[in-house]
């Protein structure tokens, strides 16, 4: 997923922290009950999604594996993927007066790969103050985002249906598709998870660092180029700008934007860091489950 965000940069390998780490397998049903053991919270969370997705994403319409999904999020904090929270006067730990101010601003976002399979893809992605990640979108996707500690600043769409699309008569200016403001928020942690659909709640995401804030992501499924699922970066446009002649059925003008393709930003700046919270066991255990769990 990394090389999604940043081109012309190989993926480093990530090294996991090699824990002896005495985890069960835990059916969905047996959620509530899982959370009260020893079981580390992204082991339950990476049991929950592999019950719940396959590589198509949700087998079915049932809002009962989201809910779970969510109620399971809501619980984390950054020590649950091995993070400290970091200070809004510390940016990636340089302190105030330790970077000058261009430098400081210059720091880039940190990704962290947790798990990635076919079915779903574990990440989080830690901002320095005023980072961003430039809008996007996600495929027949669905995603959970978690704040896990800090404030930032979200902006999202969806299209509008049908297809509302306007060839420019203007030089220099791309190709529009017609979007509704789906969301346009802070969201500062302790928050609740928000999740976004293939066709609702925001599909089309940008999200900007008000503080230095970490990101929890389930995405399911992964992107993946060869089927379809590409990460294409948008600019938005004001409805004014294209709007002449196209009628708005619902809300306001200022409900709506005129999206254009770009290529990726050249002022993306990531880098792959290593994950240091506790190990996934990704199979199964081949000894008895305790009855607890049966």
């Not at 087998?59 to 399971?72: G, M």
């Not at 789906?182 to 302790?190: I, M, Y």
């Not at 709506?256 to 199964?284: F, H, K, N, S």
Request: glycine content about 6%.
């Amino acid at each position: 997923m990394f090389s999604k965000f940043q081109k012309a940069t190989d993926k480093a390998m990530v090294f996991l922290q090699n824990k002896a780490l005495s985890t069960v397998y835990i059916p969905k049903q047996k959620l509530h009950m899982a959370m009260n053991t020893t079981s580390p919270k992204v082991q339950l969370l990476f049991d929950l999604c592999k019950n719940s997705f396959t590589p198509l994403g949700l087998p079915s319409a049932s809002p009962q594996p989201i809910h779970k999904l969510c109620s399971l999020l809501d619980t984390f904090g950054p020590a649950d993927v091995g993070l400290k929270e970091e200070s809004p006067d510390d940016d990636r730990g340089h302190g105030f007066f330790g970077l000058n101010r261009v430098a400081r601003w210059a720091q880039p976002i940190t990704y962290l790969d947790i798990y990635e399979c076919d079915s779903f893809t574990m990440c989080v992605f830690c901002f320095p103050t005023s980072s961003v990640i430039p809008l996007h979108d996600h495929p027949g996707m669905t995603v959970f985002s978690k704040v896990l500690y800090g404030s930032m600043h979200v902006k999202a769409y969806d299209w509008v249906e049908p297809v509302c699309i306007k060839e420019s008569r203007e030089p220099g200016y791309p190709q529009v598709r017609l979007a509704r403001l789906a969301v346009d928020k802070v969201s500062t942690a302790p928050c609740g998870t928000s999740v976004l659909y293939p066709k609702t709640g925001g599909n089309l995401h940008c999200f900007t660092a008000v503080t230095p804030c970490a990101v929890l992501d389930v995405l399911a499924p992964p992107y993946r180029e060869d089927i379809g699922r590409k990460c294409t970066y948008y600019i938005d446009y004001p409805y004014s700008t294209f709007g002449n002649g196209t009628e708005i059925s619902n809300g306001k003008e200022e409900d709506y934007a005129w999206l254009a393709e770009i290529e990726t930003p050249d002022d993306l700046y990531m880098r792959e860091g290593v994950y240091v919270g506790p190990a996934i066991q990704a199979e199964e255990p081949s000894d008895s489950i305790p009855a607890l769990f049966l």
